[in-house]
């Protein structure tokens, strides 16, 4: 039994050899892979790109151009340049001059939304195409090498990096680092609306009746504003982003209560979702005051008055207020600068060329809290 275990373990390594071998003795010749609106590579580039490629997926024994070049140039039945064949008769008469079991063609055009690559793989001898295969890209020249990384890996049956593939396949994946340079770069610059609800102290401030320091409103308001947005960092799946958002609240109640959020996001290119955060500045009616003994809300000025029109007291020299006067929003007050800050998050739905950004935010505040739901909508930016 140990005997029959040896010999077929032997017999293994021995015919596993001669196939290696015999890959090995099997040569490929490349020439020139022809190309059709291009601007930043010839004929000859894309040549030298495929043949170094192939070479490194270690199929066959890939010749050198040096060693094809004097063999093809004494060939007066060749173009002026020997290299330029891309008919499968031609391919085939220069394998055979040339010695070559495999020659491998293939074909790149530009087209006005993308880049359409084709390649062949012949048998010399045999006269047939014997591999072949055709992909559309996007439209990236820049990442013209990885798009013959991944036809002819994809062409000799050979695994690819699924996330690159679709970064250059998916005409609207997620944008990155990558695919972002092309004509459809994602921007969610534009229009934010949605809505706003004050809540704590704030929420009964803003029902309460006007000669009492409220705004005989709804504490549920309108919200609509612009959002301005920059990329700093894009690098795979992490996009970071500096967010400028000017917008104005209340309208739709009479009131006006303009703001300016600075945010900075993080957005998931795979997924769309994204987190921001950041200070955000307002104007808001505010005036300083005291809660007297019946736990009511007075003005400060309130007790100068009472002191004033109180017969027992001097004019000139009022009673120190021993309530805690404080700030607070009032609608007889004067409007000052308020700062908060703002926690969000946010993802973007797509169809198509649109865009609908949907974000949930908060905002927090000295004795007070505002949270709310803004909606977008804008078209994938065209590159210029």
């Not at 894009?234 to 006006?256: D, K």
Request: glycine share 8%; net charge neutral; aromatic share 10%.
């Amino acid at each position: 039994m140990k005997i029959t275990k040896c010999l077929l373990i032997l017999f293994t390594i021995l015919s596993f050899s001669k196939l290696s071998a015999q890959s090995e003795n099997i040569n490929c010749a490349i020439l020139n892979v022809n190309e059709t609106n291009l601007k930043n590579y010839s004929s000859k580039i894309l040549g030298n790109i495929t043949r170094r490629e192939f070479s490194k997926l270690n199929i066959y024994t890939v010749l050198y151009a040096e060693d094809i070049k004097p063999i093809l140039a004494i060939d007066s039945l060749l173009n002026s340049d020997p290299f330029s064949c891309y008919s499968k008769q031609c391919l085939v008469r220069t394998g055979n001059k040339i010695g070559a079991d495999k020659i491998l063609s293939g074909q790149i055009e530009q087209m006005r939304d993308g880049i359409i690559i084709s390649f062949r793989l012949i048998d010399v001898k045999e006269n047939r195409v014997e591999h072949s295969i055709t992909k559309e890209f996007l439209s990236l020249e820049d990442q013209l090498k990885n798009m013959i990384i991944i036809s002819i890996r994809e062409m000799m049956g050979l695994e690819n990096d699924k996330e690159l593939e679709a970064v250059l396949l998916k005409k609207f994946s997620r944008e990155n680092y990558i695919n972002n340079k092309g004509i459809n770069r994602l921007n969610l610059s534009g229009t934010r609306m949605g809505v706003v609800t004050l809540l704590g102290s704030n929420q009964d401030i803003i029902k309460g009746e006007e000669s009492a320091g409220g705004f005989d409103a709804v504490p549920v308001f309108f919200n609509f504003g612009y959002q301005f947005e920059s990329q700093y960092l894009n690098q795979r799946r992490v996009q970071g982003l500096f967010e400028f958002i000017p917008s104005i609240t209340g309208l739709e109640q009479g009131l006006m209560m303009p703001s300016i959020t600075i945010l900075h996001g993080i957005r998931d290119n795979k997924t769309g979702f994204e987190f921001a955060f950041g200070p955000s500045f307002g104007i808001t009616q505010v005036a300083s005051g005291y809660y007297d003994d019946t736990n009511t809300w007075q003005l400060e000025s309130h007790w100068n008055e009472q002191q004033s029109s109180s017969s027992d007291t001097s004019i000139t020299n009022f009673a120190t207020n021993p309530s805690y006067i404080s700030k607070r929003l009032d609608s007889r007050g004067d409007f000052e600068l308020s700062v908060g800050f703002l926690i969000g998050l946010g993802f973007s739905i797509k169809s198509g060329e649109i865009n609908i950004p949907v974000n949930i935010y908060t905002v927090f505040q000295k004795n007070a809290l505002r949270t709310g739901i803004s909606l977008g909508i804008n078209t994938r930016k065209r590159k210029k």
